[in-house]
């Protein structure tokens, strides 16, 4: 599910979940982060398109990346003014961690299930047990409602607070 919402959803709802434990920011990144190396492959035609990153151990890769990117950004707002959009500034490291973490591992299962090309035990095993799994509808309506489910969840959490 390269570049689509797909994968926010169940990040929407775990956020839902554990507003205090989650970062859905962090989680979303970490997504991101991870299609890039399918992004690339695809901009220069090399097959197959999810390799290293689209594997657990590449992913552990992303979710300390994500973090170091938190760190750093927020050590560059401490210099540099920038914007403080969705309260990002506020986030623990617990929650990034947790975000990001949630977001790198979900992203290879829901990639695992859907694309034949990955690998995720890499360099342990070129099997993927979860290829086929669902269909890819099951899975991207599965994706939706969970997302639906979230900001229905955060947005009455939200009402409720003010």
Not at 97 to 117: E, K, P, Q, R, T
């Amino acid at each position: 599910m390269p570049f689509t919402p797909f994968h926010f959803g169940p990040g929407a709802a775990l956020h839902a979940a554990a507003p205090r434990h989650v970062s859905f920011l962090a989680f979303c990144a970490a997504n991101v982060i991870i299609d890039m190396e399918p992004l690339y492959f695809m901009a220069t035609e090399q097959f197959p398109l999810h390799r290293f990153f689209h594997t657990y151990i590449g992913a552990s890769v992303i979710l300390l990346l994500t973090v170091a990117l938190f760190m750093g950004t927020l050590r560059l707002a401490s210099v540099v003014a920038l914007p403080n959009m969705s309260g990002w500034k506020q986030l623990t490291l617990r929650q990034v961690v947790f975000g990001a973490a949630l977001g790198s591992y979900s992203h290879i299962v829901f990639d695992s299930i859907m694309h034949s090309d990955i690998r995720p035990f890499a360099p342990l095993s070129d099997g993927n047990p979860l290829l086929g799994l669902v269909s890819l509808g099951t899975l991207h309506w599965s994706c939706l409602a969970a997302g639906a489910v979230g900001f229905v969840v955060s947005g009455i959490r939200r009402e409720a607070r003010q």
